[in-house]
């Protein structure tokens, strides 16, 4: 009776996996639908897929700058992150994958799942995606600068502090005022 109980109960998971910027659609429904099978094997309920589109990424990963995002939340068991997780390290698609735990000890019965947000749809990607995501950027002032203005900055502001560095000590090494005349210079002889 008290596994009966226990497998009702699971954890809730997302994981956000990174694709190649440059893959089609076909392939990208099949590492989506691969990614399905391997948690539909531990027994897992799939209860969310989204896909996000290609983004630029905060970094360059595996030299590549942009990425296609997807999001899947599940319901799962121990070993599901760990089957899921592996069989997305075995695709050279997969750029990056991270998993999160949401919830633990969620019972599985009480978790409705709508048909429509586990269709697996294919991505469609265009070079309108990468113009309009540049031009937004820019609209947010995110774009990078060309090298050359970076380089001009850079320069302006090592120059700028040297010119404070240099400044800063002919204001300590001035002459101080002091009651025995130590400091002061010699008077002159008549």
Known sequence: MATEARSTRAS???????????????????????????LESTGAKLTKIESW??????Y?????????YVYLRYLGAKGTVAEL???????DTVIRHMTVVL???????????????????????????????ESYEAQLGLADEPRRDRDRDRDRDRDRDRDREQ?????????????????APPAAEA
Request: aromatic fraction near 2%.
């Open 12 to 38: 809730d998971y997302e994981t956000v996996f990174i694709l190649r910027p440059d893959i089609d659609g076909e392939a990208s429904e099949k590492v989506i639908s691969r990614a399905i099978s391997s």
């Open 53 to 58: 589109g290609k983004r630029r990424l905060a």
């Open 60 to 68: 360059p990963i595996a030299k590549q700058r942009k990425g296609v």
């Open 85 to 91: 997780e592996r069989n997305l390290r075995m695709l």
């Open 103 to 133: 919830a633990k000890d969620v019972d599985v019965s009480s978790v409705t799942v709508d048909p429509e947000e586990v269709k697996v749809r294919r991505i469609e990607l265009s070079a309108e995606d990468d113009e309009r995501d």
């Open 167 to 183: 400044a800063a000590p002919a204001a300590v090494e001035a002459p101080k005022d002091s009651d025995d005349g130590a400091g």
